[in-house]
């Protein structure tokens, strides 16, 4: 076998780098060292310690966006046992550095069909803080009626979420049949007693939903959920993490109450929150983050 495919529909339009590197001698281990995120994607696109000759490198390809691609790499020379790392990035043309990076590793045990192909999908990171922010301004005041998370990025395996309620962080009045509290709801503005009920597992959307009682601009607002709070916390050293691979945001219809772009984020110790996954041109309603199992940002923490 001398050749590798990927097939994917870019979210937008922009440049693909394509390759892939042996981990014999720990040249693909090299490519991503303990270095920046900057540094990382400059290496990929200088394709560093790529194997086979230029029919197996994709340098800068120019992509449209929403078109189903295939693309393959020939000559590549794969040896029986041995493995290899692929690299993928897809950016736009603003070279900043800050495209959408993805890696597979596997052995070369022989020649793979369709059926048998590798699945493109996102490592899913784990955190015990998750938001969702308004990208875009929203001119009266941002309303959401329901936020749901996924361990998963097709949103398909709920994470379950039982705030506390702000006026028992204890739950010292909980009830037998109740589930009991695995976090807190935190927004800004806020603390609000609305922002629990949107995230509450099992409820409906509920029709008042949470406000932010002001317009807010991109970045402005925020609402998420802290697990295990109140005795856990994102300062604290033992911290319950959990993997959230998109989230469903039930937005108002009604113009000026919801953005037209929506960021979900994690709370990263050391570094703060990071940007995870982003869509834009919504017009309100129920929106999922990621709409498709596609491209995603390199996550990339919030200034």
């Known amino acids: 076998m001398s050749s590798l495919a990927i097939q994917f529909i870019p979210s937008h339009e922009g440049y693909l780098w394509f390759y892939m590197a042996p981990f014999e001698g720990g040249l693909a281990e090299q490519v991503l060292g303990p270095t920046s995120q ?21 340098e800068r390809v120019a992509i449209e966006a929403k078109i189903n691609r295939l693309d393959f790499l020939h000559d590549c020379d794969f040896q029986l046992g041995k493995q290899y790392r692929v690299f993928i990035l897809v950016e736009d043309g603003n070279n900043r550095h800050d495209g959408t990076l993805k ?29 969702v922010i308004p990208v875009s301004h ?11 998370f996924y361990s998963d990025i097709k949103c398909t395996k709920e994470v379950a979420v039982f705030p506390y309620a702000y006026s028992d962080p204890f739950a010292s009045t909980l009830r037998e049949d109740e589930p009991l509290p695995n976090g ?20 409906e959307a509920e029709l008042e939903g949470w406000t932010s009682g002001k317009p807010c601009a991109p ?3 925020h609402i998420g959920f802290s697990f295990n709070y109140p005795f856990n916390h ?19 219809d009604v113009e000026g109450e919801f953005a037209e772009a929506l960021e979900l984020q994690y709370f990263q ?18 929106a999922r983050l990621p709409d498709k199992n596609g491209t995603i940002n390199l996550h990339t923490p919030t200034t």
């Open 38 to 58: 900057t540094h990382s994607i400059m290496e990929v696109k200088l394709m560093r310690h790529a194997s086979g000759g230029a029919r197996c490198q994709m």
């Open 103 to 131: 890696t597979m590793d596997f052995h070369y045990q022989g020649e793979m069909t369709l059926k048998s192909a590798i699945s493109f999908s996102m490592p899913v990171p784990s955190s015990d803080m998750w938001r």
């Open 138 to 148: 929203v001119p009266s005041n941002w309303v959401i009626h329901r936020l749901r």
């Open 184 to 203: 807190a709801a935190f927004s800004d503005p806020g603390p609000l007693p609305r922002a629990t009920r949107i995230l509450s597992a099992g409820r």
């Open 219 to 221: 970045g402005g607002c």
């Open 234 to 252: 994102a300062g604290s050293e033992q911290r319950s993490l959990v993997q959230v691979g998109c989230a469903e945001v039930q937005q108002s």
């Open 269 to 286: 110790q050391g570094v703060g929150y990071v940007s995870y996954r982003k869509e834009i041109e919504l017009r309100g309603g129920m």
